[in-house]
T-cell receptor, first 118, second 119 residues
Framework: AQKVTQAQTEISVVEKEDVTLDCVYETRDTTYYLFWYKQPPSGELVFLIR??????QNEISGRYSWNFQKSTSSFNFTITASQVVDSAVYFC???????????????FGTGTLLAVQP | ETGVTQTPRHLVMGMTNKKSLKCEQH?????MYWYKQSAKKPLELMFV???????ENNSVPSRFSPECPNSSHLFLHLHTLQPEDSALYLC??????????????????FGDGTRLSIL
């Protein structure tokens, strides 16, 4: 069975601190995709990154970076020099690969609420 | 307008009412999704439509009835709902998954959701 675990329910940091959000996944597929989404108070889920299972290269985008470790089934997300605007719920998700071409089914974790205090 | 638009943003209804949620996407996508987000639970996929055809029904009770008249519009018709159906309902869209060497799981783009409260 596929599963995504975000063990950190809530994290509170002070502005300018670095923070890492953990994501651990389970899958039997050899090909899969991992995603991070941000959900601000407005409710909309904002796509942040997609990573396929064959690409273990870490990625950096501005203050955001992602560490994909296939050996530990983890896909952690680090925000450097956090800002108040980073306050949101962050979801990690795993996508099944369906060679029937039918769907793009996402399995989400329960999310981590990040509160950045000024 | 761009992106994925959901209306209404908030809906309060009694258990015997009938209402509909609407989703519209302006991204040229051909797959659309309904998700349910309840407090302290992962987002739950409800339905998937590819090119207007339903390809996934995740064991959703029949009191939820989806409709996809075209690739840009998706509805969720509600009737005789239960209090436990109170949640945030999110619509998403993406490019259709392709087969073969061009296979790619495209990111889903979400709307702001409809906050549904059942009295």
């Amino acid at each position: 069975a596929q599963k995504v675990t975000q063990a950190q329910t809530e994290i509170s940091v002070v502005e300018k601190e670095d923070v890492t959000l953990d994501c651990v996944y389970e899958t039997r597929d050899t090909t899969y995709y991992l995603f991070w989404y941000k959900q601000p108070p407005s409710g909309e889920l904002v796509f942040l990154i997609r990573r396929n299972s064959f690409d273990e290269q870490n990625e950096i985008s501005g203050r955001y970076s992602w560490n994909f470790q296939k050996s530990t089934s983890s896909f952690n997300f680090t925000i450097t020099a956090s800002q108040v605007v980073d306050s949101a719920v962050y979801f990690c998700a795993l996508s099944e690969v369906n060679y029937g071409g039918a769907t793009n089914k996402l399995i989400f974790g329960t999310g981590t609420l990040l509160a950045v205090q000024p | 307008e761009t992106g994925v638009t959901q209306t209404p943003r908030h809906l309060v209804m009694g258990m015997t009412n009938k209402k509909s949620l609407k989703c519209e996407q302006h991204l040229g996508h051909n797959a659309m999704y309904w998700y349910k987000q309840s407090a302290k639970k992962p987002l739950e996929l409800m339905f998937v439509y590819n090119f207007k055809e339903q390809t996934e029904n995740n064991s959703v009770p029949s009191r939820f009835s989806p409709e996809c008249p075209n690739s840009s519009h998706l509805f969720l018709h509600l009737h005789t709902l239960q209090p436990e159906d109170s949640a945030l309902y999110l619509c998403a869209s993406s490019h259709l998954l392709l087969r073969g060497p061009n296979f790619s799981n495209q990111p889903q783009h979400f709307g702001d959701g409809t906050r549904l409260s059942i009295l």
